[in-house]
């Protein structure tokens, strides 16, 4: 969807609140250098016309004039680019950190609008191009307008034929509609296919290890070059177009030049200027031009940067989840689902649900695939409404809240699969619990079957490789269990907990459990039957 400039204006401004000092600043210390600089080439000419002795005056302190303006120039200009990195990083930080919390706090039917190649490069090349623009393509922009309007003011006021004919020759034909959007088509076209490639990298190299063992490899390989040389032909004709008005943009700096070079030699020639004039005008010259040939690369810059913030916009729309308000759910508890319908799309998973689930009655949910397990957990997570029907909390002081958001926070719940992340035994549990004490992370860990860990080489801080690499499924299983269980709350949820252990492991951790969990809600997602009998209460999903 393309959004207004409004819009995208206002975005921006919000985004980049606390950076705009430093942005109006660097402006003026360019602005200041400029100024310098052309005070540098009106010294250079009274010098020259001194010393031949055309016009009376100070050569040494002309002299000193000269190189005090070079020296401040360049002073000013180390310290503008300085505050340009700085406002840069500090900018891209904003931005992708904004941005990656509004994916974050997406709800849960929105995240998979995007491909994770796609948010990555979003995040880093997209992110890149809007705060290029920001901190320096912008600035510059106004910078070479006021610089454009002192030089040609400057020029006029040498031979005002010579400022009008550099003009004349600008090829402003490259701000045409036409120009526009055609630039803009090409670098749409870029974009989204670097999208393209940056999924297929991306699942790649996150499955590489399942790919390999399936003998994917050739075919993989085979769609990421072929994606790869779809980039390469539509940056090719991005090539091909730059180089095209690159070329006419040389074409007449070049033309340009050699006029007032040419101009220049006439006039001294026929004794209407002095050589410090035609000094004069040669720097000049390129003064006029390059702010003018700034002014029309801003257009592609735009362009490029308008279809980017389009494209993180999109990272920004659609619903949000609020943790504002939280909720605390106290025990003894319970979780009442009365008739209770969902469905995704058309396709009806759930049908009249109605069950209860009581605080010290441990409950195991089976089923057949695709008979709702899944969808169960994310109802009382909160990650999906449905369609009808109610899911209500009720404390025993007989206070009743909905399953919401706000409620999430009491449940400890511990997903099938591998879930620990790239980091330290220790990083991975603390993430339940930053505050959590070494005796409290002790008994997780055993109550979890996880005190394994403390024979690995560097413990509890034993690094863990990308999903878990470096441990066993079991291992890692039990391990994000512990980490479960430091968050606490009155709502146990296990999806599969002993899918990957073996039975004895299996019956002690299941033992340790129902044993902590006695005085809370704690929900089985399981097709173990050893599991199941265990649990006083079953609810088959049919």
Same mark, same amino acid.
């Given at each position: ?60 302190? &002309? !002299? *000193?004039?000269?190189?005090? =303006?070079?020296?401040? /120039?360049? @002073?000013?200009? $180390?310290? +503008? ?51 290029? &623009? !920001? *901190?320096?393509?912008?600035? =510059?922009?106004?910078? /070479?307008? @006021?610089?454009? $309007?002192? +030089? ?52 790649? !190299? ?337």
């Amino acid at each position: 969807m393309i959004k207004s400039i409004k819009v995208r204006l206002r975005w921006i401004w919000t985004v980049t609140t606390g950076f705009h000092w430093k942005i109006h600043l660097y402006m003026l210390m360019e602005i200041t250098s400029m100024a310098l600089l052309l005070y540098f080439v009106y010294c250079s000419k009274e010098a020259i016309d001194i010393a031949i002795g055309i016009v009376p005056g100070n050569l040494q302190r &002309m !002299l *000193v004039f000269m190189v005090l =303006s070079v020296v401040l /120039s360049a @002073v000013i200009g $180390l310290v +503008a680019a300085w505050i340009g990195e700085h406002t840069k990083n500090g900018l891209t930080m904003r931005f992708q950190n904004a941005l990656a919390h509004a994916q974050m706090m997406m709800a849960w039917g929105n995240k998979k609008r995007w491909h994770t190649g796609d948010l990555l490069v979003r995040l880093n090349a997209d992110c890149a191009e809007v705060v290029q &623009m !920001l *901190v320096y393509t912008f600035p =510059s922009f106004i910078v /070479s307008c @006021v610089k454009l $309007l002192a +030089a040609f003011t400057f020029l006029w006021m040498m031979d005002p034929l010579l400022a009008q004919l550099i003009v004349a020759i600008t090829p402003l034909f490259l701000l045409s509609k036409i120009y526009y959007k055609k630039m803009r088509k090409i670098n749409k076209d870029v974009k989204q296919a670097e999208s393209q490639l940056g999924e297929v990298m991306q699942e790649n !190299l996150n499955h590489r290890a399942m790919i390999q063992s399936l003998l994917f490899t050739q075919a993989r390989e085979k769609k990421m070059i072929d994606v790869q040389k779809s980039v390469f032909h539509v940056r090719n004709r991005q090539l091909a177009f730059s180089s095209i008005s690159r070329g006419i943009l040389k074409l007449t700096f070049n033309s340009g030049y050699l006029l007032a070079f040419l101009w220049g030699i006439y006039r001294l020639h026929t004794g209407e200027i002095s050589y410090g004039t035609i000094a004069a005008f040669l720097q000049l010259v390129s003064r006029v031009q390059v702010p003018v040939f700034s002014i029309i690369a801003f257009l592609p810059a735009a362009i490029r940067c308008r279809t980017a913030i389009e494209r993180l916009l999109e990272l920004t729309e659609g619903e949000r989840e609020e943790y504002d308000n939280q909720i605390k759910l106290n025990t003894p508890l319970s979780l009442k689902l009365d008739n209770v319908y969902f469905k995704y799309d058309k396709a009806e998973v759930i049908k009249g649900l109605n069950v209860t689930f009581q605080s010290g009655v441990p409950v195991a949910v089976t089923g057949a695939s695709g008979k709702g397990k899944t969808t169960l957990i994310r109802l009382i997570l909160a990650l999906v409404r449905p369609d009808s029907g109610s899911l209500t909390w009720t404390q025993s002081d007989g206070i009743s809240h909905d399953v919401t958001v706000a409620t999430r926070h009491n449940i400890a719940y511990v997903p099938q699969g591998n879930t620990l992340f790239y980091g330290t035994i220790r990083e991975n549990l603390l993430l339940a619990d930053p505050g959590a004490s070494d005796k409290q992370i002790d008994n997780v860990l055993k109550t979890a079957c996880a005190a394994f860990v403390y024979a690995l080489p560097n413990g509890i801080d034993t690094v863990v490789g990308e999903s878990g690499y470096g441990l066993s499924e079991g291992q890692a299983q039990r391990i994000a269990i512990a980490r479960a269980l430091l968050r606490g709350g009155s709502i146990w949820l296990f999806d599969e907990p002993t899918s990957d252990v073996d039975t004895d492991t299996a019956k002690q951790l299941i033992s340790n459990l129902l044993e902590a969990g006695k005085e809370k809600i704690v929900i089985f997602v399981t097709h173990d039957r050893q599991l199941m009998e265990t649990c006083p209460q079953i609810v088959q999903l049919d």
